[in-house]
């Protein structure tokens, strides 16, 4: 009995928690108040959501509720939490606790010019929704939770709309989710159809699967994948990414990006391994060749923005793009009858899935707390900071490193098994196959060295040298709260690494219910050693940890006696000038000119340079002027001819608006004789 009630109880202190939140609404005179009972209820929440999760990881007893009064004929509210829903709740849980905490000393800055009642509200509503996304287990919960979840992230991401560029950023957001939630519902109509039921629960779904043709079969993959891969963020559906994401206030973003984007991922995997079951080989080959477009476009628009925030939302599509190499290799392996391959491969997807909410919440919210110091997020204005904030500068660096793989943190971790997971391909007999995968460790190497170079210039420009701007020799570090909230989840980073071992247990049960996963891996034995099962090469976060610890230290204290003895202090060499300036340091944008050349085919910037000469001899220069701008392929080709195409049609349907209720009477009758008339021929 007991172990019944705790998990209700869990799931009830989850939904008021966050439901809590609404109390804010009714304090609008105290802004304080608003935010702590936001913060409080949030926290508390996502608190519980983390518990709820926990149990069921550990015992495998999925947590079942039901609500059929609600909504009867479409089969009733259904809520069912197995384990690859409680490792999606427990990473979303992890996000949102330090995320709340940040926020309520963040928020302090909205006071005054936003609702802050109304944004406690809309970030319970948010958490709440993705919560429930996890736990449904039939199509008009799932549906149902999907919309609560984008209407409450749209408020979050307009949430300063008195900007024009935050509008438009709201605009595009909204019209993704909403193509991407047509394609999901089409999905699952096509899928339903062939259950025969009228509640359409997963269990229905799951058994009805194996009678569609193959036709249905690949159009609801498509689809899903489509619109689940709106949300993730996959290429050309990133779109909106770049946009909302610097919008959104930070500790929003870290949301978004930590945990949003990896419902996307969750419905993928929902639906492509779980609903439908094994699928031909091409599945995976497109999912791996959108992963691999995802990673590629991101790091390379990453690398060249100077927008701190839209460099981490174009990090995401990169990450996003890793997670799916990995899912699209596991589905070509599971395709092939290779089960030891396809489980390491959706082993070390699911790893990054965890890895990344980590390093890329705790970036976000790094980068929150400098746009809280100094009003900007412009690197080219930046510079300095790590004299004055001392505590983001080393989460900043933390995040930093686990984004560009490097050990002993937790993304070289994950990335490490993604390149063993890929192995096994590269030898394969069929040659399709091993071209394929072989170019797949090629993306990811190539993605790596782009994102390592993405973060030195992030952390290097943002941090070091001297201030560029007035506002960044004024900057001052965060408050208590907000450093409590950062500081919290970049200690996850490095934790995450040393228990990979447990973590991948824990994975490798997530998969346990979703495919026969050969044998327990890691093994018992294990230690802190990670062996990738068919694959010669093994790895100790642990050692590797306490070895570069240990080198550090011993560098530091040498440095220390050897200046005790003998130390002079000097100017930086500025090529024969006395006095150090800003303008002598390397901006974000001179920083990534190299590579960017390197690139100039797939960037075709368009570069202008404007001299201007003395009026008496063109030989005395007074001014150089140096702009260049970067297109968006994807908008210009892509979208903008739909942008056109919706604008015309809107244009032209807009003269049949003429105000009289005659004509308008007309229009209904003429629709009711069209629609009888079909319904007497068929």
Not at 341 to 366: C, E, M, Q
Request: contains cysteine.
């Amino acid at each position: 009995m007991g172990e019944t009630l705790l998990p209700q109880t869990l799931f009830l202190a989850m939904v008021g928690g966050y439901a809590a939140t609404a109390a804010a609404l009714v304090v609008p005179q105290s802004p304080r108040l608003s935010r702590w009972v936001g913060a409080a209820g949030s926290t508390i929440g996502a608190s519980a959501g983390l518990a709820l999760a926990a149990a069921v990881l550990v015992t495998g007893t999925p947590f079942v509720a039901q609500a059929p009064g609600i909504l009867t004929p479409a089969g009733g509210l259904l809520l069912s939490l197995d384990r690859l829903g409680a490792l999606f709740l427990a990473v979303l849980s992890g996000v949102a606790i330090p995320a709340s905490v940040f926020g309520l000393g963040y928020t302090a800055g909205y006071g005054g010019r936003y609702s802050l009642g109304w944004m406690a509200f809309n970030t319970g509503g948010f958490l709440l929704a993705m919560s429930l996304v996890v736990c449904a287990a039939n199509v008009i919960t799932l549906v149902l939770a999907w919309e609560l979840m984008a209407l409450a992230s749209y408020f979050l991401v307009v949430t300063e709309h008195d900007d024009p560029a935050v509008t438009r950023a709201g605009v595009w957001y909204a019209a993704m989710t909403h193509a991407g939630l047509l394609a999901i519902l089409a999905a699952f109509f096509l899928l339903g159809a062939a259950s025969g039921s009228t509640g359409w629960s997963f269990g229905e779904l799951r058994s009805a699967s194996p009678s569609l043709s193959p036709v249905v079969r690949n159009a609801v993959f498509l689809l899903a994948l489509a619109g689940f891969g709106s949300k993730a963020g996959l290429v050309p559906l990133h779109i909106w990414l770049p946009r909302a994401h610097p919008a959104a206030p930070s500790h929003v973003s870290a949301l978004m990006s930590g945990a949003m984007v990896k419902l996307g991922l969750y419905g993928i995997l929902r639906v492509g391994l779980d609903l439908l079951g094994v699928g031909p080989l091409w599945w995976g080959t497109v999912v791996i060749g959108l992963g691999a477009a995802s990673a590629l476009v991101g790091v390379l628009y990453a690398l060249v923005d100077d927008d701190l925030k839209r460099l981490l939302a174009y990090s995401t599509v990169e990450n996003v793009g890793l997670v799916c190499l990995g899912i699209g290799a596991g589905m070509v392996f599971r395709s092939l009858g290779d089960l030891e391959a396809s489980a390491l491969a959706f082993t070390a997807a699911l790893l990054h899935v965890i890895n990344h909410a980590a390093f890329k919440g705790t970036l976000f919210l790094a980068v929150g707390s400098i746009v809280h110091a100094t009003g900007t997020r412009d690197m080219n204005r930046l510079g300095g900071l790590a004299r004055r904030m001392p505590w983001t500068t080393p989460v900043f660096l933390v995040g930093a490193l686990g984004l560009a793989a490097l050990p002993p943190l937790n993304g070289f971790v994950s990335e490490w098994l993604l390149f063993q997971s890929f192995l096994p391909g590269v030898a394969s007999s069929r040659a399709s196959i091993a071209v394929l995968l072989t170019l797949g460790v090629g993306t990811l190497a190539l993605a790596g060295g782009l994102a390592a170079a993405t973060c030195v210039k992030a952390f290097g420009i943002s941090c070091l040298a001297i201030p560029r701007s007035s506002r960044a020799e004024a900057a001052h570090d965060a408050p208590g709260s907000m450093r409590a909230g950062m500081v919290a989840l970049a200690l996850a980073c490095p934790a995450l690494a040393v228990f990979t071992i447990p973590l991948l247990r824990t994975v490798t049960s997530v998969l346990g219910e979703l495919m026969a996963v050969p044998g327990a891996w890691p093994p018992p034995n294990a230690g802190f050693t990670v062996q990738a099962p068919g694959v010669d090469a093994r790895m100790s976060p642990v050692a590797i940890l306490v070895v570069l610890v240990g080198v550090l230290a011993g560098v530091w204290l040498a440095v220390r006696l050897l200046a005790s003895r003998r130390r002079r202090t000097g100017e930086t060499w500025g090529c024969g000038r006395i006095v150090q300036t800003p303008r002598m340091q390397y901006t974000a944008t001179a920083f990534a000119e190299p590579l960017r050349r390197v690139f100039d085919e797939l960037y075709r910037p368009a570069d202008d340079l404007i001299v201007d000469v003395h009026p008496d001899s063109r030989y005395f220069i007074q001014g150089i002027e140096y702009r260049s701008r970067l297109p968006r392929w994807f908008m210009r080709f892509l979208y903008g001819p739909v942008v056109q195409a919706v604008v015309w049609a809107a244009t032209r349907t807009r003269t049949l608006q003429s105000g009289s209720v005659n004509l308008y009477l007309a229009y209904i009758v003429a629709v009711l004789v069209v629609l009888l008339g079909l319904t007497i021929g068929f």
